[in-house]
């Protein structure tokens, strides 16, 4: 290891042991690590993850309540109607099903469970009414709730926080600066919005994003800010899942070492924060996978994704078994 960057790491890894935060300069000083400096990097992330964290992962599990014919143009995504793929299109699933969704999730390892739908928001009074009924049958699948509904008014959120609703999930899927290059139909500040709101209502927050979509780390970087400043609990990685259709349907998924770069980077900006490491993981790690939890994640999301599967989930439980780590 480089005795200058020896010095970055250190002066960085110190100010987060006694409570203060790295700031930007400092960061990007952290994302310019390359070789041997990477593992330094890595391990000091690790050592950030076990005396903030711990050593217990965090696992969550999803159902794709509502697929397809969404009205943004999200350039990553499958179920936009402004893209033509192969993505299920299908109306909201019923009560009953999300419930069979949640006890599945449960049997698999998950201990928080999300009810995910397409489009830009709840637009049906009686679409609102099932999905709350649903948050209650999976509270009473002894899990923890969790939504991810898009675009939220006030007054649905507290609709669904009153029905049981913990954690209301809304990425901001990069920064500010890239964000017009992703998606024209909201504004980066509408997302922001929304988990504003979610937080004034004492929901606890769930926001991150997507890498490998033609970002610089100078806007994970910033990504990762944003998010602190927003005080969000949990903090999802993504990665980039080349979707044929859509506008990035023909870009390289991001390399393995980058991949687990950005994951000690959030976990030095982010210290307290879950990071958990979601879509695309098996993909973008390959035979690195296991590595996310050296590099600084403390949870993951178990089972299929919205339109793509996921890993074996007892290969993902396997794994933890073997890395020491335990189910929080």
């Known amino acids: 290891m480089s005795s200058s960057f020896r010095t970055i ?55 794709n309540a509502k697929s397809g014919a969404c009205s943004e143009d999200c350039a990553y995504c499958a179920q936009s109607v402004h893209h033509r793929t192969n993505a299920r299109v299908y109306p909201l699933i019923s009560v009953d099903m999300m419930t069979d969704a949640a006890e ?49 008014t006030r007054n649905q959120l507290v609709c669904l926080r009153d029905a049981g ?31 504003r709101n979610a937080a004034s209502l004492g929901l ?24 602190r400043e927003l005080d969000v609990d949990s903090v999802p990685l993504n990665f980039l899942m080349p979707i044929v259709g859509t506008p990035l349907g023909t870009r390289a998924p991001i390399e393995p070492m980058q991949a687990l770069h950005t994951i000690a980077l959030f976990r030095f900006i982010l210290p307290s924060k879950e990071i958990r490491i979601c879509g695309g993981r098996g993909t973008a790690l390959r035979q690195l996978h296991p590595l996310i939890f050296l590099a600084g994640a403390d949870g993951f999301m178990i089972g299929n994704y919205l339109t793509t599967s996921g890993l074996a989930p007892e290969e993902d439980l396997q794994m933890l078994k073997d890395l020491g780590l335990r189910i929080a």
């Open 9 to 63: 790491l250190s002066e960085a890894f110190e100010a987060i042991e006694h409570g203060s935060a790295i700031d930007p300069p400092r960061a990007l000083q952290l994302a310019g690590a390359s070789g041997s400096d990477l593992i330094e990097l890595f391990a000091a992330a690790a050592r950030i993850r076990e005396r903030k964290r711990g050593n217990a992962v965090d696992i969550c599990s999803i159902v």
């Open 104 to 152: 599945s999730a449960k049997r698999i390892g998950a201990k928080r469970f999300c009810i995910v739908t397409s489009g830009r928001g709840i637009d049906s009074s009686a679409d609102l009414d099932a999905i709350a009924q649903g948050i209650g049958r999976v509270r009473d699948a002894g899990l923890s709730p969790c939504a991810t509904l898009g675009t939220l």
């Open 165 to 195: 609703l913990e954690r209301y999930h809304h990425n901001i899927e990069t920064s500010r600066e890239f964000f017009p290059r992703i998606c024209s139909t909201h504004t980066f500040d509408e997302r922001l919005e929304v988990l």
């Open 204 to 227: 606890s927050s769930c926001s991150g994003g997507i890498l490998g979509m033609g970002e610089s780390m100078h806007d994970r970087v910033r990504m990762a800010f944003t998010l």
